[in-house]
């Protein structure tokens, strides 16, 4: 005899643990282009965070509601941890208490300054730092340092147009 009650309870523990274990993909200054490329037909936002970021921690959650809402409309948020590998779990939870959903990267590389030069020449480095590509897959523009929520809002909101 099936119990839906009971099924869909174990469907929801199945899906609690592919969350739980979502991974995060690795990214250098090789891979970092394909990454973006892949999501080309949409518009997409790349931030680069750190747990250690406080401006980071309070601009995610902001990050990830915005995605939910506007993902019908072609919006990708994608997240690229510059944690220490020791700090991943840490990151993990966060992304996930946060809302987050996507593909997570985390920086992957042995030369930090050609990582950085890679992702965009005038990039210092420093965190938070966001991209916007258009949906052919241009850089469209920047967002380097604490930016307000609004302009980052209205900025995606001019490219789903």
Known sequence: MHHPARQAGLLIL?????????????????SFAGAVAAHKGTVVLVNFWATWCGPCRVEIPLLARLEARLKPRGFVLLTVSADEPEDLAEARKFLKESGVGGAWYRKDSRDDDAFIRAVHPKWSGALPALLLYDRQGRLAQTFFGETGFSVIEAAVERHLR
Not at 14 to 30: N, R, S, T, W, Y
């Open 14 to 30: 199945a899906l609690a643990g592919v969350l739980a274990a979502q991974p995060f993909h690795p990214v250098d200054e090789k």
